[in-house]
């Protein structure tokens, strides 16, 4: 089943199955080195009725009651389902879950950026998609969607991926010109002893896109710019006149993987929805990644379940 089908279909909901976790790490430094720890949360799709709010819950509680607990929580994208398509009364009744989870369930600290399925709009067209960022953004209590800050001895950098598709459907995965430039500045200012990591809602480089449907037909494979970004030829050019860009990770496919590029590991990490309430997507578990950062710039990324 591929998303398309699996989106048309939730009212019919499978049960889980048991499959075992995913774990993608690098070599990181021997103990006592303490590691800024991030978990990373994505693609929650928020909605009524299907358990949503209870199964997001169970996820914030098993991140907070690990051994060694996250400094920080960072979700990148899709917190509601589908403020596109349906009303805004719809979406109103989403975010209100959404908040009341993290009001009642999550006491670290989190930073959020926006996914496609956050962003409310009355029509497709440039204007309406940067009002309905506007809403989300305020949903999400964030001031800005891509910005800049230090985290430890790591620099983040969490980018908007969500541009409106000028040639056909309502978005696409790109920067647009004025955070393109804002993107080079900053890189350019961060000191270059400070390793950083970047998140994106869509990938910048994924290899698991290749089989999220049927993308082979004709003797040649279709990836959409809504699946990964259209302009990942471009900030493949830029990070490499940077080599502490060291960690990117997205969400948005529902589906674990890891490319290592260019000194770069850019890592999509599964989502805590799964299959949209549904159990797993393909192989992979619902589920949120741990991420350690090091001082000397290594670092760990590792996908965990949390249904067990």
């Not at 993290?102 to 962003?119: F, R, V």
């Not at 002893?193 to 089989?211: D, Q, R, T, W």
């Not at 000194?263 to 797993?280: D, E, L, M, Q, T």
Request: charged content about 20%; proline content about 6%.
């Amino acid at each position: 089943m591929n998303r398309r089908t699996l989106l048309q279909s939730l009212g019919l909901m499978a049960g889980t199955v048991n499959l075992p976790a995913f774990s993608s790490q690098a070599k990181a430094p021997n103990p006592p080195v303490k590691p800024f720890r991030i978990a990373h949360i994505t693609d929650v799709h928020m909605m009524p009725l299907i358990g949503a709010a209870k199964g997001f819950s169970k996820c914030l509680h098993h991140i907070q009651n690990l051994e060694h607990k996250p400094d920080l929580v960072i979700n990148s994208g899709d917190a509601i389902m589908d403020a596109h398509r349906g009303g805004r009364t719809v979406a109103e009744k989403q975010w209100k879950l959404w908040n009341d989870v993290i009001k009642n369930d999550l006491s670290t600290p989190i930073i959020q950026c926006l996914g496609n399925h956050d962003i409310w709009c009355k029509s497709e067209n440039p204007a309406s998609i940067l009002d309905g960022k506007k809403w989300a953004l305020d949903e999400l209590k964030e001031d800005k969607s891509y910005f800049s800050k230090d985290l430890g001895n790591w620099h983040i950098i969490s980018l908007d991926s969500i541009s409106p598709n000028h040639e056909g459907q309502w978005y696409t995965g790109k920067l647009d010109e004025a955070q393109m430039d804002w993107l080079e500045n900053e890189l350019k200012s961060i000191p270059t002893f400070k390793p950083v990591m970047i998140v994106s809602h869509i990938p910048i480089l994924s290899a698991c896109i290749f089989f999220d449907g049927k993308r082979f037909e004709k003797n040649q494979w279709n990836i959409p710019g809504r699946w990964m970004h259209e302009d990942a030829l471009e900030l493949k050019d830029l990070f490499i006149k940077y080599p502490n860009v060291k960690l990117a990770i997205s969400g948005h496919i529902h589906l674990l993987d890891r490319v290592e590029y260019n000194g770069i590991s850019y890592c999509c990490n599964g989502a805590v929805s799964g299959a949209w309430w549904a159990g797993n997507y393909q192989e992979t578990q619902p589920g949120y990644a741990i991420i350690d950062l090091y001082p000397d710039g290594t670092f760990t990324n590792t996908y965990t379940t949390y249904n067990a």
